[in-house]
């Protein structure tokens, strides 16, 4: 079992830049993926940004690469999701979620992913 929570949202003008914080209670972190998705009103779960616990490996969807980073603190037990260069179009409630590593490519499909945590609100005024 892992529990997710999630910190960090809030308003900000395009252009500036967020820090989410994704804290974990399992003391097995390191057999887990974890991924940021976002959903904005009316649309579907969208992928962000996925790192394997163990080694780091990470992966970005084109919408935010070169703008997003994913990166893990071990001491910590925590992900963060760093946000540079924000848009309107990246407003979304951001969901923290990670599922139990099969050793295999990062996945970005949200259906895989078995934990979630309750989400925090990104808002990207013009």
């Known amino acids: 079992q892992v529990q997710l929570v999630e910190s960090g949202g809030g308003l900000v003008q395009a252009g500036g830049s967020l820090r989410l914080s994704c804290a974990a209670s399992s003391r097995t972190i390191n057999r887990y993926v974890m991924g940021w998705f976002r959903q904005a009103r009316g649309k579907e779960r969208e992928f962000v940004a996925a790192i394997r616990w163990s080694d780091g490996s990470k992966s970005h969807s084109d919408s935010v690469k070169g703008r997003f980073t994913i990166s893990r603190d071990n001491a910590k037990n925590t992900a963060y999701l760093q946000m540079n260069s924000l848009k309107p179009e990246d407003t979304a409630v951001y969901y923290c979620?990670?599922?139990?590593?099969?050793?295999?490519?990062?996945?970005?499909?949200?259906?895989?992913?078995?934990?979630w945590g309750q989400g925090t609100q990104v808002t990207v005024s013009s």
């Open positions: 979620a990670a599922y139990e590593d099969a050793n295999i490519v990062l996945i970005t499909d949200p259906r895989i992913f078995e934990y």
